[in-house]
């Protein structure tokens, strides 16, 4: 156990400790503040980062990745809470977690590996914008009516200083000595020096109360029928939904950044029990976070016991240590977060211009814009299916023939490149039925068959030479394309003539002739070509 929660020197512990202390600091405003989008009680945002970090760390397949509550999943959620209250949002996170502990268990998780590079970076640069955005309400104070502005002059010049601050901290004392984590000395030297000078700014306190009781079991208080299922099903799918799109993606990203393999359908199971069980803990559910796990990795933490410490001192917090930690300075956890934006961003990004192809420019800031303007997922589903279409486009294009007359005078089409549903037009005009001699051979040596609308366009051409009155041959058809014409009730055939290094088109009659018969008509069995 021990060997599983640790990496291997003692030296790599006291990083993960204290690493942990410090995402846990960082933890609570994001919590509270997810918690309140939601229209939720502080504690179940508090109540979901505690359980989600321990458990995940204990059981999902990334060592080193932060989970906890999550504007992701707060979004979500909103109007499920507005029309139906809390019970059914324990419940759907309860349905939340079966849902993803599914996904893994059908080894669902290797589908990431789908998600186009270009697609990754314009999430992760969304992402770090939505993280920047987020820190701008703390600008803001609350008037006697209700209503929201921003600061003063000089509250603004309090909170810019000690942003400042904190971002020097950060970023210049792992030159002097890296014996305890940047982040964490930041927070502690700007709240030392917010309670020594008895400055005036916003605390973690002003947000909420955090203090609490241990989270008890508490089974959903909703009807278990039908009308039930059909209300939380939905929710609970589109949470499962961007819960497990956020932690695969940040999963990749910590892979990037450590060098090491994460296990993606071990990180939903991990994802799945842990939401399983913080619907039945009254928590508000979550996944991954960016965030946090960049703050993680770049304090030291790398194993496990980084999430697990993370969680426990949340709970820590949580039951004794309210007093002290609500009296944090908003404005240090701006300047780590804002930390966190500069190293997630990829500011390399800038420097594609000109040097990788537009469409790959432009799904990438489109899955940036669109992961800032809605959600995640249709951020991330929104880019998939773009770099599809753009993929499809570009070898629609690769089709290409070379046509020439072998020494018995049949027309020869020797084709190259993949056919599918895009290029099956520019094959179909490739071909000249009427003016082609009477015998007529297509080689798919060089092509593959790919999907239906391939077989269709094989069909259609079939019939273009059998109006024409011309005997048209396939050769070099893969097993696999064979099966499929047959299996599709085609108008092609294929099966083993003259030259026993082809495979030829024939039809419906000669095919029952010989199995009638049990002969081949070439008299040879040939291997196979494609």
């Known amino acids: 156990m021990f060997k599983l929660i640790s990496r291997h020197s003692p030296d790599n512990i006291k990083n993960d400790v204290l690493s942990g202390l410090t995402v846990a600091l960082a933890l609570v405003p994001e919590a509270v503040a997810f918690a309140l989008v939601a229209h939720v009680h502080p504690l179940l945002g508090l109540y979901a980062a505690f359980m989600m970090a321990l458990i995940s760390a204990l059981i999902g397949g990334r060592p080193g990745m932060i989970s906890g ?26 349905l939340m977690g079966v849902l993803q502990i599914l996904f893994g268990v059908l080894r669902l998780g290797k589908f990431i590996r789908l998600v186009p590079y270009p697609v990754f970076l314009g999430f992760v640069n969304g992402l770090a914008m939505v993280i920047f955005l987020a820190q701008l309400e703390h600008f803001k104070v609350t008037d006697a009516g209700g209503q929201k502005h921003w600061m003063s002059s000089q509250e603004l010049l309090v909170m810019a200083g000690l942003i400042v601050l904190t971002m020097v901290i950060i970023e210049f004392l792992p030159k002097l000595t890296k014996a305890i984590p940047s982040t964490l000395a930041a927070i502690v030297v700007g709240t030392l020096l917010v309670l020594g000078l008895n400055i005036d700014t916003k605390t973690v306190g002003d947000m909420a109360s955090i203090a609490g009781d241990l989270p008890s079991f508490h089974w959903p208080d909703v009807p278990f029928d039908w009308q039930t299922l059909k209300i939380v099903f939905p929710y609970a799918f589109v949470m499962a939904l961007v819960g497990l799109i956020e932690s695969l993606l940040t999963l990749n990203l910590v892979d990037e950044l450590t060098e090491t393999v994460g296990r993606p359908n071990q990180e939903c199971i991990g994802q799945g029990v842990a939401n399983t069980v913080t619907g039945l803990f009254g928590g508000m559910g979550g996944c991954a976070m960016v965030g946090q796990s960049m703050i993680n990795i770049k304090s030291g933490g790398r194993g496990r016991l980084s999430g697990i410490a993370a969680g426990l001192f949340l709970l820590l917090f949580i039951l004794v ?57 249709v951020a991330v589903v929104t880019g998939v299916i773009l770099s599809a279409l753009v993929f499809a486009w570009q070898h629609a294009k690769h089709i290409g023939v070379r046509v020439y007359f072998n020494e018995k005078g049949g027309k020869v089409y020797e084709l190259s490149g993949p056919l599918f549903f895009a290029s099956t037009q520019n094959f179909q005009e490739l071909f000249t039925p009427r003016a082609d001699p009477d015998e007529v051979i297509v080689d798919f040596k060089e092509s593959r068959v790919v999907d239906h609308s391939a077989l269709e366009a094989i ?72």
């Open 321 to 377: 240590g309210s007093p002290l930690i609500e009296r944090i300075p908003i404005a240090v956890l701006i300047g780590v977060m804002f930390m966190v934006v500069i190293g997630t961003f990829e500011w390399g990004s800038f420097k594609l211009f000109g040097k990788v192809p537009w469409p790959d420019v432009l799904i990438g800031i489109t899955v940036a814009v669109v992961t800032v303007v809605s959600d995640l997922a």
């Open 69 to 94: 509550a999550t504007g992701a999943i707060a979004v979500v959620v909103v109007a499920l809470v507005m029309q139906h209250g809390v019970e059914y949002l324990f419940a759907a996170v309860v």
């Open 459 to 530: 069909d259609k051409l079939a019939e273009r030479y059998k109006r024409a009155g011309k005997n048209l041959h396939l050769v070099h058809l893969s097993p696999e394309c064979r099966q499929l014409l047959k299996t599709a009730g085609s108008l092609v055939e294929v099966n083993v003539l003259e030259d026993p290094t082809y495979h030829l088109v024939v039809d419906r009659a000669a095919e029952r002739l010989q199995e009638e018969t049990g002969t081949d008509k070439s008299g040879s069995n040939s291997p196979e070509n494609a």
